[in-house]
């Protein structure tokens, strides 16, 4: 059946000839899907302004060889909030080149569609760095690449004391003791590592209530990107972005020095 209608989130776009995109939409019912979008970027279109990053749409497209073709699409959220808001939309960006790394086509992945789904919902309205680092423990855990933390991951003694590590390479915690043994290993604290448990299993209708410091919320972000980009294989471009704007952000509120 060369025809098939599918729920998806469009996480990668790229414009194609004068008129098309080309986009990867993450489906609820066929994984990954390569498509083209022909005429959208033309003014009458009516695709003009649902053929974008995030959208949340029905679409129906056309099997082809090498690339499918949308057909029709309609519109069910464009995610105005994240938009309108350059932090959110750096982190929603980040959202979005993560899951592009770990979709596959074909493959059903129901759960990894409404993770996609929440998270965007909750960009819209939460603190997003909080958002986006419950994103990536949650998706760590939903694929099965859950870091090891109940004990050291090298020699197998109980994680203690004020500073401990974490190596992606090894997939887990280090103790103070082991933690030169990977020489790339983030330092951090032990609350870091007992919050990424946390956070695996946390209700995420409850989010607002969690309470990270701002040095927590570091740790795990630069903890989990570098475990993400290991697992991907790829440096994770929108991350750099995201730190670049913090700077920008920081030398404003305390100026120049």
Same mark, same amino acid.
């Given at each position: ?39 959208? %970027?033309?003014?009458?279109? @009516?695709?003009?302004? +649902?053929?974008?990053?995030?959208? &949340?749409? #029905?679409?129906?497209?056309?099997? !082809? ?67 986006? %680092?419950?994103?990536?423990? @949650?998706?760590?855990? +939903?694929?099965?690449?859950?870091? &090891?933390? #109940?004990?050291?991951?090298?020699? !197998? ?101």
């Amino acid at each position: 059946m060369k025809d098939y209608q599918t729920e998806g989130i469009i996480i990668r776009v790229r414009d194609y000839g004068e008129a098309d995109r080309i986009v990867t939409i993450l489906t609820s019912g066929y994984g990954k899907v390569q498509a083209i979008a022909k005429g959208c %970027r033309k003014p009458k279109s @009516r695709k003009r302004g +649902l053929i974008q990053l995030f959208t &949340h749409a #029905d679409f129906v497209l056309y099997r !082809g060889r090498n690339l499918d073709t949308i057909t029709q699409c309609e519109g069910k959220e464009s995610f105005a909030g994240i938009r309108g808001d350059l932090d959110r939309m750096a982190y929603a960006a980040y959202l979005a080149e993560v899951l592009d790394g770990f979709a596959v086509s074909g493959e059903i992945q129901e759960d990894l569609f409404y993770l996609a789904l929440v998270c965007l919902h909750l960009l819209t309205v939460e603190d997003p760095e909080l958002v986006t %680092r419950v994103f990536e423990v @949650r998706i760590m855990r +939903l694929l099965g690449y859950m870091p &090891h933390l #109940d004990d050291c991951v090298h020699c !197998g003694s109980s994680l203690k004391g004020s500073q401990v590590a974490f190596s992606s390479s090894m997939g887990g915690g280090l103790c103070g003791i082991c933690s030169s043994t990977d020489p790339e290993a983030a330092v951090c604290t032990l609350g870091t590592l007992n919050m990424l448990k946390q956070l695996s299993r946390w209700d995420l209708k409850r989010l607002r209530v969690l309470r990270l410091t701002a040095k927590m919320k570091r740790e795990i972000g630069e903890i989990m990107q570098q475990y993400i980009s290991q697992r991907i294989e790829k440096r994770i471009r929108s991350a750099d972005f995201i730190q670049s704007l913090a700077s920008v952000q920081n030398k404003g509120e305390f100026g120049e020095y």
